[in-house]
């Protein structure tokens, strides 16, 4: 290797064009999901700890829908604010084929045909102690009758239009029952792109407030969800996932793991997906309102270090902002 002055690296950084030309990443509209979430209301409802975010009722959310496909960006990811009538201890609402998910699926397709629409698979916006599975009477989140109904759910979600199921609730084994559920029901070509990698974050407290599940919840998720002290664990969590039929993964949160879908990406060579989650979106807002960074600037650096990291996307709230930018 060269040394200085022959070598002087800052030769390629001296204009635009030429930072351009050496950019080892490049981040495109066609990198973001944008996630959504879904109200029975007749309005528009602003989320308060996730400024500039809102739950839309499906009417709208078309027009999210149909903007999204304007910006380049290729897919959504929906969450669905059940009403409180319809939250039960078994989250039977779920598997309800005219529940407010499979609503919202139908009307988006329907509207923006060609649009991706990504569905998470959990009890946790159907449920009435806000956990992600059936719960015993210690309080347990049971393993396997709370899989066998998120197959039928992810079925019921297929049946409506989505194109990739994503269970987030972190139980073993769900992924291999959602692939039979879903090759034996007809839907071959439907992706499941799984939650490997979700941790008990800090980070998830707005996400809550927006599908109203924060004031239900009793006790934690951490006998399911993964122990941030955790990467080995990550990989064997992925590995079993990819085994049992996942097209994807994701790691979730996103920059407080950027090692983890590293080493996903090199162990595993398949692509990955990082949420960019609810607490990660109000920090860059909080600091761009007190002017302790530019809301632009700080949006497309974190968004760039997922891709440099190893996604193949990322699904963030900033993704029309950052889609706008992009695009000049």
Known sequence: ?????????????????SRALHAETVLMPSDLIWPLFVTAGGAEEPIASLPGVSRWPVAMLVERAREAAR?????????????DHL??????EACNPGNLMCTAIRAIKDAVP????????????????????LVDARGYVLNDD???????????Q???????VAPSDMMD????????????GGHANVQIMAYAAKYASAFYGPFRDAVGSRGRLKGDKKTYQMDPANAEEALREVACDLDEGADSVMVKPGLAYLDIVRR?????EVPVFAYQVSGEYAMIEAAAAVGAGERDALVLETLMAFKRAGCSGVLSYHAPLAARLLGG
């Open 1 to 17: 290797m060269s040394h200085y002055p022959a070598l002087r690296l800052r030769r390629t950084r001296i204009a635009q064009w």
């Open 71 to 83: 910006l380049g960006i290729p897919a959504l990811a929906l969450f669905p604010n059940t009403p």
């Open 87 to 92: 939250r039960t201890d078994d989250g039977a």
């Open 114 to 133: 060609d649009i991706g629409v990504l569905t998470d698979v959990a009890l946790d916006p159907y449920t009435a102690h806000g956990h992600d599975g």
């Open 146 to 156: 709370t899989a066998e109904i998120l197959a039928r759910q992810a079925l019921v």
């Open 158 to 164: 297929a049946e409506a239009g989505a194109d990739i």
């Open 173 to 184: 084994g769900r992924v291999g029952l959602i692939r039979e559920a879903l090759e034996t």
């Open 264 to 268: 996903v990406k090199e162990r595993f």
